[in-house]
C-alpha cells in the first residue's frame, strides 16, 4: 500500500539533545512537508521541500533541520537550539504544482523530560 | 502568514443531524480552500477542496459553500455519524503559490453524541 511513514509514534528528549523524526513516502510524490501542532492549535509549517537536495524555511524554522537527499524520505532534527520542542510533529507529502490534496502521516508525538 | 481562522472552537450535533462548520478568511488573494478532518492521535486527511472562482462544490455527503462577498467558507456535513467525530480544519493556498504549501486555521472541533 502506497502511503506515508512516520516513526516513531511517540519520542521523549532529554534537554540539550538533538533528536531526529524519521518521515517516508512511497507515493513518488516531489513534495514533501513538515508541520508542528500544539493542543489547540492549527498546524504551521517547519520546513518544505519540492525536490531531492532542496528545502526551504517554513513559519517556524527555528531550532529545526532538514535534509532531502532521497525523494522518499524528509527527515527532521530537533535541535538542542528548539525553546520548546514538545508537540505533535506531522510530516505529508503532495504533488507539484498544485498540493491541494496532502497526505499526512500519523505523527510523532515529541516530550522533553 | 496565516490569514486563515474559525468562528467557532466546538460543535456538538445529534446523531442524523447536518453538521455546519465554519470558517473566516481575511485573504482575499487565494487560489483554492480546503477542508481537512482530523481524527484523535492521527494526521489529517483532505475531505473536499474548492477553487476560488466556484460557491459550490459537493462530495460525498459533504458540500463546501465560499462565500467571497463576505470571506467565508463552510463545510456541511449530512446525516452526521459518529465517525464524523473529528478536529476540522480549513486550509488555503495562496493565488499564484507554485510550492503547495497550505496554510492552516485552528480547527472545529466536532462531536456527535446519540
Known amino acids: 500500500d502506497g502511503g506515508i511513514t512516520q516513526s516513531p509514534k511517540y519520542l521523549f528528549r532529554k534537554e540539550g539533545q538533538n533528536v531526529t523524526l524519521s518521515c517516508e513516502q512511497n507515493l513518488n510524490h516531489d513534495a514533501m512537508y513538515w508541520y508542528r501542532q500544539d493542543p489547540g492549535q492549527g498546524l504551521r509549517l517547519i520546513y518544505y521541500s519540492q525536490i531531492v537536495n532542496d528545502f526551504q524555511k517554513g513559519d517556524i524554522a527555528e531550532g529545526y533541520s532538514v535534509s532531502r537527499e532521497k525523494k522518499e524520505s524528509f527527515p527532521l532534527t530537533v535541535t538542542s537550539a528548539q525553546k520548546n520542542p514538545t508537540a505533535f510533529y506531522l510530516c505529508?507529502?503532495?504533488?507539484?504544482?498544485?498540493?491541494?490534496?496532502?497526505?499526512f502521516g500519523q505523527g510523532t508525538r515529541l516530550t522533553v523530560v | 502568514g496565516e490569514s486563515v481562522g474559525l468562528h467557532l472552537p466546538t460543535l456538538s450535533v445529534q446523531e442524523g443531524d447536518n453538521s455546519i462548520i465554519n470558517c473566516a478568511y481575511s485573504?482575499?488573494?487565494?487560489?483554492?480552500f480546503i477542508w481537512y478532518k482530523q481524527e484523535s492521535g492521527k494526521g489529517p486527511q483532505f475531505i473536499i477542496d474548492?477553487?476560488?472562482?466556484?460557491d459550490k462544490r459537493q462530495g460525498q455527503r459533504v458540500t463546501v459553500l465560499l462565500n467571497k462577498t463576505v470571506k467565508h467558507l463552510s463545510l456541511q456535513i449530512a446525516a452526521t455519524q459518529p465517525g464524523d467525530s473529528a478536529v476540522y480544519f480549513c486550509a488555503e493556498i495562496p493565488r499564484g503559490s507554485t510550492l503547495g504549501r497550505l496554510y492552516f486555521g485552528r480547527g472545529t472541533q466536532l462531536t456527535v453524541w446519540p
Open positions: 485573504n482575499s488573494a487565494s487560489d483554492y
Open positions: 505529508a507529502s503532495g504533488r507539484t504544482p498544485l498540493n491541494t490534496e496532502a497526505f
Open positions: 474548492i477553487r476560488s472562482n466556484m
